[in-house]
């Protein structure tokens, strides 16, 4: 995969990593001004009616303004690193991301993206699952992928880590979201999982390679991991499983189908029932899940 840095890339670059505005801000950036380039070419005043801009932004925004020779070489040089930066006014941004009423305005990849019409499904759940739920979440990898399955995760201990060891097997593709840049990669022991699937997929972020990891990060990941996909599989839940929860949430909001493996009558189980997971058995039903895909 490659790239060129142009002004529009250079402008979503400022506006997410210098002016700190979020995505659904870029976003209506975008949509008022029709494009990233006609984001820096407007009048400041223009550009805070849209966005509600305090005097911090403001200043933010004239500064990056006048670096943006050094935005662009930044991202020349992360380009060199191997990490494409890809923009959502782009042919080749995931389409399916647009889904979310808060996509990325900008994603960073470091590996291949799968075919937008390839099949996904997302297999999470809880980090501090025993060694049954991961030997559940490798299962549910390795099968996915044989059955020409893209198996999307988010690299964090437990369940992720599994999910994508499967996939690996399998000798499948499999993507992961992470809650931080490349060169931060967590937890530290998955450096060597992340290379491999780079190898054989995609790491995806939406914060460039220097971001350090945070808890609200970790969270806010949760969304691409359903948004790519078509179903989600929780393999286990527990009583702080709070990333698994919230993609339920988000894949209720998108109708995307979830379902909890292995549930039981604990209140999070419960919860992820109420909330519109379908429980399912410890053995992999692949067929009811890619059945009406």
Partial sequence: MTTAVTNDLVV?????????????????????????????????NDVEAVVGLDEEGRALLTEAYEQADTLGEELEYIIAAGTTPIGMHEERYPQRLYRLGDPPSLIFVRGELPDESATAVAVVGSHQADAEGIADAVTWGKGLVERDVVVVSGLARGIDGGAHTGALAGEGQTVAVLGSGFDNIYPPEHRGLAEEIAAHGALVSEHPPSAPLTKARLVQRNRLIVALSDAVVVVRVIETTRGSMEAIRRARDLACPVYLVASDASKTSRQAVADGAIPIGRIPDFDLVLNYL
């Fill in 12 to 44: 979503l670059y400022a506006l997410t990593s210098r002016v700190h505005l979020g995505p659904k801000a870029v976003l209506a950036l975008l949509t008022y001004f029709g494009s990233p380039a006609a984001v820096w070419e407007a009048d400041l």
